[in-house]
Structures are given as structure tokens and as C-alpha cells.
């Protein structure tokens, strides 16, 4: 009954016939939720949307906590052919009124104890109806999931079709709209699948947020695409995943996960029926590595994604997984390392801008169409502005990010963002931050501040003053003052300077 729908079609493939199969177990309630369950909640998500207005096309943005009901919104609303619009947790009122604005989803879904907060903003901004998730499942949304019946008939929709936006940070501080397709979040789910080797028997540790990338359309939706099953974690918790690896067989992480993990002490022991251990999301150090293997004889499988391509690359299931690198490009995507000015391809060992073609690529900037020109090619090829090599025997190296952006956590931070709050603190002169390497985080947020003659400022008077305005990650984990930043002949802040002269800050 799904074929009609691109992605839902290729999503519940591996579990029909398998209604009774385990898809979710529910670490917060303890319950194990069936496939058949799953996708017929699923469908009254959708039935519930299409209830409130939700028509093809229509965007349907969520901030809430990570729950199996924002699990099933989402493929209600692939269902109801919307495009899924999820929001990181952290944002403040200022950052949703902005995604709001410039997205109009048709409904917002919320936790309820921001329900009041957040109405009259989504009424300024032509929303429909706001709903409600709670961190214990309860909430407007699922009493009316409860009130229909399964047997929803998926909305038609094709390969083209848009299934996602996802927000990423943009180097004016203005947040981009990446849009996700129904072929290129599908292609890379099955991809991923086989090049990692899942099947039905396998048992994924699913500890990751859901508004991203890594937990959403990775983590997600591989297990359904594999028809396996999964151990769904509100948040990281250290002891409990080091408990659930004795029945699971994968773990999905950002660094900060394993650098966790490796203080925890019967790590050797209860790793040792574990298959596969995934790090993304953020630069993976080579001593977290190399400890990682003396520890517990298995070697992390680093691999590199983005927003607006999901994944491009990864370091072999068989074979050789490089410290240092993220690996070989995937099946059917081309990589290429272009000169930043002229756009021609460099040879194997030098340094240049990514770029990445394929069917995982995405299909350009919400209500943007200049940026989008700026950053996809003609030919295809998306500029990704990360700077990069690769090396002879074909592995990606990531050497640098272009326009200075910063991953911290997993999560995208744009210095412009910050620094545009900074300098318009009273006794600002100016500002520049930047991301030195972190031992938990992969890269910590770093601003160097000069105030203005005369002005006595704190570390602690800037940090607060941005606080309202910026979620958590984005918010400095350090601030410096100096009298004056380093500058070339040209007057241009020297910011690789500055992280030279940080970077062991968090060591």
C-alpha cells in the first residue's frame, strides 16, 4: 500500500510480513514496540495531519523531546506527503521565530510546556495549528493519534519531492534550509545499509538527538531499511549503553560518546559482542581512536556527512579504517578536491575544496535560489567548503573548514552568528571566534573579544549577555580578552592565528 510513496515505500519494504518483528525498544518506558504497531501509529500521525490542513508539500516543523511519537510524526508526515521540518531542542525564541518565519510549516508541534511561549509566535508567522509532544509521550498530538484508526493511504509522492528541510547555520548568521528529497534520503539509507552490513539481526544503540542528520536519517533510517531493531535512548547515558551492548550489536556516536565510554570501566568486556562502532557528526581524534582499539579491539568506523548530503563517505566495514581520515567515497557519489579560485581539479595530495555529486546530494536552499547557485553547480557537484585531500590510495582526509565554521558536539556553529551578538554588546570593540580542538566536543566555541577604550569587560558580563539569544552549543565555552587581534597587510583577522595560539585551551 506504500509504493505510491517513494521514501515510505522503500522504508517499510524490509518489514512487511513482519508485523510481529521488534522495531523499537523503548529504553525510557522499558516497552518493545512491533513494526505493525509502529507504522500503523504512523499512519494516524499522517491521518492526524492530514486532519489539520496538511496538504502535498505542506511543512511540518517539530521541537520537541526525542520520543517514539516524534519518531512516528515523521513518517506520518512522509505519509501525508509534508516535509519534515525538525528543530534543535536548544533553540531559543529568537532562532524559532526566525525557522518559523521563513519555512511556514502548517503546524508546529512543540513541547507543551512551550506551548505558551511559543502559539503567538507561530500565529505571527501563519501557522495553522500548534500540537504538542511531551517528554512522556503524552500530549495533544497523541490523545488525536489515539483517536484514529490505522489504514492511512500514503499521499503520493516521487523521487523529486521534497521529505525534509533541515536548518543549517549560514556565514551571515542567516540559517539556510537544506532541501532533503525523497530519492536522496532514500539512497543513502540503503547504501549505508549495505556498505555497513546491516541486516534483520542486528540491534542499534540509538542514543542520538533526532532533529539531526546522524540520528534522524542515518541511525533511523537504516534500521528500518534493514528491518533490524533498535534500543531508543532519550539522551546518552553512559552506563546504560555500556549495559545494552551485551544484547545490541551496533553503536551510533558522535566523539563525544566514545571518549565517555572509554572512562567507563568494563568497556573491554561488554564490547565484546559488538559488531560495529559508528563516529561522525564531528572530527574524531586520532588518540580517541587509537585508545578505542588498544581498549577494546575494535576499530571506529569514522565517516563524513553534511546537511545537505547526509553521508559521503566512510572508512571500510572490511578493510582498513584509517585514524585521521574519514574514509573512501560511498557507492555512486563522486568526490572531487577543487582550487578554491579557478574550480579545477587538484591531484591526489593536494589541498582544495571538497565537492561532492550523487543521488544524496540535495536539492538546494529553501527560498534562496542565489545561495543555491553560489554552492551547486551546473554539473552537479555541491561545493561543500570544506577543505580536504585525497590521498593515493583514495581516502578523504579533512584538513580544514572553509568560511571558518565550527562542529562542536555533532551540532554547526558559524563564528558570523556569534560574532554579530558580540559586537553589539555595549564596550565591544570587536570580535572573532573560532573552534580549537575539545576533548569531548571534537572543536569548543572560542571568542576573542577587544573592548573599547576604556571599557572594563568580563568573560562572564559576555557570555550572559548572549545567552538568551543563542542555544547552548553555540554559546562560547571560553572567552578571551585582548587589546588587539592579529591582522595581515590587508587588515584581515588572522583567525588560523588565534587557533594556533588556543588550541590547547581545553587539553
Not at 533490524?228 to 546518552?236: E, K, T
Not at 547515558?237 to 572509554?262: H, N, Q, S
Not at 546530494?361 to 554539473?379: C, Q
Amino acid at each position: 500500500m506504500y509504493e505510491a510513496n517513494y521514501l515510505a515505500a522503500r522504508l517499510r519494504r524490509a518489514s512487511i510480513g513482519a508485523e510481529d518483528a521488534p522495531f523499537l525498544q523503548n529504553h525510557q518506558t522499558g516497552e518493545t514496540v512491533s513494526y505493525g504497531d509502529f507504522f500503523t501509529n504512523a499512519e494516524k500521525m499522517a491521518a492526524v495531519l492530514v486532519g489539520a490542513g496538511v496538504q502535498p508539500g505542506d511543512r511540518v516543523a517539530v521541537q520537541a523531546h526525542k520520543t517514539q511519537a516524534m519518531l512516528e510524526l515523521y513518517i506520518g508526515t512522509i505519509l501525508a506527503g509534508g516535509v519534515f521540518l525538525p528543530l534543535n531542542t536548544a533553540y531559543t525564541e529568537a532562532e524559532l521565530t526566525y525557522f518559523l518565519g521563513d519555512a511556514s510549516p502548517r503546524v508546529l508541534v512543540c513541547d507543551p510546556k512551550r506551548q505558551d511561549e511559543l502559539a503567538p509566535i507561530a500565529a505571527n508567522c501563519g501557522v495553522a495549528e500548534v500540537l504538542t509532544i511531551a517528554a512522556d509521550e503524552t500530549g495533544t498530538l497523541t490523545e488525536r493519534r489515539n483517536t484514529q484508526r490505522g489504514g492511512f493511504e500514503p499521499v503520493a509522492r516521487a523521487a523529486d519531492d521534497l521529505a525534509a528541510i533541515l536548518y543549517t547555520s549560514g556565514t551571515t548568521g542567516r540559517s539556510k534550509g537544506a532541501m532533503l528529497t525523497h530519492r536522496g534520503l532514500s539512497s543513502n539509507a540503503e547504501t549505508l545499509k549495505d556498505v555497513w552490513h546491516f541486516t534483520q539481526e542486528d540491534v542499534l544503540i540509538h542514543a542520538l538527538p533526532i532533529f539531526h542528520t546522524h540520528g534522524l536519517f542515518v541511525a533511523t533510517n537504516i534500521t528500518l531499511m534493514a528491518g533490524s531493531s533498535c534500543i531508543f535512548m532519550a539522551r546518552f547515558d553512559a552506563d546504560a549503553i555500556l549495559g545494552y551492548m551485551k544484547e545490541a550489536t551496533v553503536l551510533m556516536g558522535v566523539p563525544t560518546f566514545y571518549v565517555r565510554l572509554l572512562e567507563m570501566e568494563g568497556l573491554a568486556e561488554a564490547s565484546k559482542g559488538m559488531r560495529l562502532f559508528v563516529s561522525g557528526s564531528a572530527p574524531l581524534l586520532v588518540e580517541t581512536h587509537d585508545r578505542w582499539r588498544e581498549l577494546t579491539n575494535h576499530a571506529l568506523l569514522e565517516r563524513y556527512g553534511m546537511t545537505e548530503t547526509n553521508m559521503n563517505t566512510s572508512n571500510p566495514y572490511d578493510g582498513d579504517r584509517r585514524a585521521g581520515t574519514v574514509g573512501l567515497p560511498l557507492p555512486g557519489i563522486e568526490i572531487i578536491v577543487a582550487d578554491p579560485a579557478s574550480g579545477e581539479t587538484l591531484p591526489h595530495g593536494e589541498v582544495g575544496v571538497l565537492e561532492v555529486r550523487g543521488p544524496n546530494v540535495f536539492a538546494g536552499y529553501w527560498r534562496m535560489p542565489e545561495k543555491t547557485a553560489e554552492e551547486l553547480r551546473e554539473n552537479g557537484f555541491f561545493i561543500t567548503g570544506d577543505l580536504g585531500k585525497i590521498d593515493n590510495d583514495g581516502y578523504v582526509h579533512i584538513v580544514g573548514r572553509g568560511k571558518d565554521l565550527i562542529i562542536t558536539g555533532g551540532y554547526n556553529v558559524y563564528p558570523k552568528e556569534v560574532e554579530i551578538l558580540i559586537n553589539d554588546l555595549p564596550g565591544v570593540n570587536e570580535s572573532a571566534v573560532i573552534g580549537v580542538p575539545h576533548p569531548d566536543f571534537g572543536e569548543g566555541v572560542v571568542a576573542v573579544v577587544v573592548p573599547e577604550p576604556g571599557t572594563e569587560l568580563t568573560p562572564d558580563t559576555i557570555r550572559n549577555a548572549i545567552a538568551t539569544d543563542l542555544a547552548k552549543f553555540k554559546q562560547p565555552k571560553r572567552v578571551i580578552i585582548l587589546d588587539e587581534l592579529p591582522r595581515n597587510a590587508m587588515g584581515k583577522i588572522l583567525k588560523n592565528v588565534l587557533r594556533d595560539t588556543y588550541t590547547g585551551l581545553f587539553a
